[in-house]
């Protein structure tokens, strides 16, 4: 099989008058599987999800046995426009039920991919046909709903990029969709998704990180180029803190949503959680030839390990200076807080090996989520899966009503970190342990180190049935978990 030079780089110049079709062609190395357009929203970009296999250990190598859509790992990337209609036709190729959630995106309640709660899973061979205009732009993901440790785990992931208006002027747009797999030496995945113990502990973590669907040694760059790099955290459970050597990077949005000022991340880690997205600005600023390590150092002393080499051509810089500044990103249309009467509520994220789950002294077991001091369920504190899936039965915690503002304090009783994602909302994320933020991020993804306590609000302009849940999928899938409705 041969691979393109380049195939995560996209130029910003051949995206800018294209569809989604060429987009997908620039980025795939088998172009039998170019889709059409969508953004018109005449058609409707088909996503098939099936088995299939992919070179994760690099060219040469063994190939692992994965879950795909379109026979890609991870996904096809699915460019769209801010304000577009999109709409996608998901054919199931799939042995069992499958949905597409589509990560981060404010959308109606119908297409939002959670099985049981919004949509009934799609059956084998079936079909469903999602629709919806992405109010923000911004760097998004998609991935099942349904099994989610399973099939995410086996492959099922994508990015969605929306985006924006008017392009802002980077030189290049480049992706890194990271995962996380834990593979055997001839290739083949272990097996064991959502066992106890991972359930118990910190989730299924691996030991092979890809960077959009194998491992790199390296990823080439031009000198004297103003790159967007968007990162999308797609593993299961495993954290990361990158640091580009000999750069400086430029934290520009969150989760899609950009930061009111752009900032170097504290000790120069970008933290980036499971299911977060952060787009830095990345100026080449080394010489042509040069080469420079990105390592990942979140778990920190031996489990440190070198993701990728940025790994400099010898083509001259493309500009001999570059500005000062970073270009702006436009705030996105999300509404405006009112924090002049809030609806409160208080949610405490309990259960955990070594956590003790509410006085009952538990050494080990499943986390939940209390709701103003009550147990939302007995399901929910010790995570038992029903016979439909993981929101059998599932009550809403409680519900706000429509045009109100939530303001939700956040407390994480565990000792262990949780990346608490929202769905249909971007919220701001306003303290965290009672200190105030400087600038308030929003977030569809905030993390909760052990004892920690946020808090966050959001408009509640959109009524549905939403899930709220951990993004460790483990801890997800027995347990921490739970529905906010709006209503
Ligand atoms: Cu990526 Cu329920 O979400
Ligand atoms: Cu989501
Ligand atoms: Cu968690």
């Not at 834990?182 to 083949?188: A, D, R």
Request: aromatic content about 8%; overall charge positive; hydrophobic content about 40%.
């Amino acid at each position: 099989m041969s691979v393109p030079a380049l195939p995560f780089l996209m130029r910003r110049t051949a995206l800018r008058g294209a569809g989604l079709s060429v987009a997908a062609a620039l980025w795939s190395a088998t172009p039998r599987t170019r889709a059409s357009a969508a953004s018109a929203g005449a058609s409707a970009y088909s996503l098939e999800p099936a088995p299939g296999t992919a070179a994760l250990l690099g060219t040469g190598q063994p190939h692992t046995s994965v879950w795909a859509y379109n026979t890609r790992v991870p996904g096809p990337v699915l460019r769209l426009r801010q304000s577009e209609p999109f709409r996608s036709i998901v054919r199931n190729g799939l042995a069992e039920g499958t949905t597409v959630h589509w990560h981060g995106i404010r959308l109606p309640n119908a297409m939002d991919g959670v099985p049981f709660l919004t949509q009934k899973p799609i059956a084998p061979n079936g079909t469903f046909t999602y629709a919806f205009t992405p109010p923000d732009a911004g760097t998004f993901w998609y991935h099942p709903h349904e099994h989610t440790a399973a099939e995410m785990g086996r492959g099922m992931a994508g990015a969605l990029i929306v985006e924006e208006i008017e392009p802002p002027a980077f030189d290049r747009d480049l992706l890194w969709v990271l995962q996380d797999w834990e593979l055997e030496p001839n290739g083949s995945l272990l097996p064991g998704f959502d066992t106890f113990m991972q359930a118990a502990m910190a989730g299924r973590i691996g030991n092979v990180v890809t960077i959009n669907g194998s491992r790199r040694t390296d990823v080439p760059l031009r000198a004297g180029e103003r790159i967007r790099l968007r990162l999308v955290n797609a593993c299961l459970a495993r954290f990361m803190a990158l640091r580009f050597a000999g750069h400086r990077v430029v934290v520009m949005a969150l989760d899609g949503q950009p930061v009111t000022q752009p900032f170097a991340p504290a000790g120069g880690r970008v933290l980036i959680a499971p299911a977060q997205r952060v787009d830095l600005l990345l100026d080449t600023v080394g010489d042509p030839g040069s080469r420079y390590q990105v390592t990942d150092d979140f778990y920190g002393g031996r489990l440190t390990y070198r993701l990728t080499e940025l790994a400099y051509t010898n083509q001259p810089r493309l500009h001999p200076r570059l500005p000062a500044q970073p270009p702006i990103l436009k705030p996105n249309p999300v509404p405006i807080l009112d924090l002049r009467a809030p609806v409160r509520h208080r949610l405490t994220i309990v259960g955990g090996m070594m956590g003790g789950m509410g006085g009952g002294g538990s050494m080990m077991g499943g986390m939940g989520i209390m709701a103003d001091g009550k147990p939302t369920s007995t399901s929910a504190i010790w995570g038992i899966r029903g016979p439909h899936g993981m929101n059998d039965g599932m009550e809403p915690i409680f519900t706000i009503p429509v045009g109100r503002t939530a303001l939700i304090t956040l407390e994480n009783q565990t000792r262990w970190w949780h990346p608490m994602h929202l769905h249909g909302y971007s919220f701001t994320v306003l303290s965290r342990n009672g200190v105030a933020a400087r600038y308030p991020h929003l977030r569809d993804t905030v993390v909760l180190r052990p004892n920690e306590t946020v808090t966050f609000a959001f408009a509640a302009d959109n009524p549905g049935n939403w899930m709220f849940h951990c993004h460790v999928i483990e801890h997800q899938a027995t347990g921490l978990m739970t529905v906010i409705r709006v209503a």
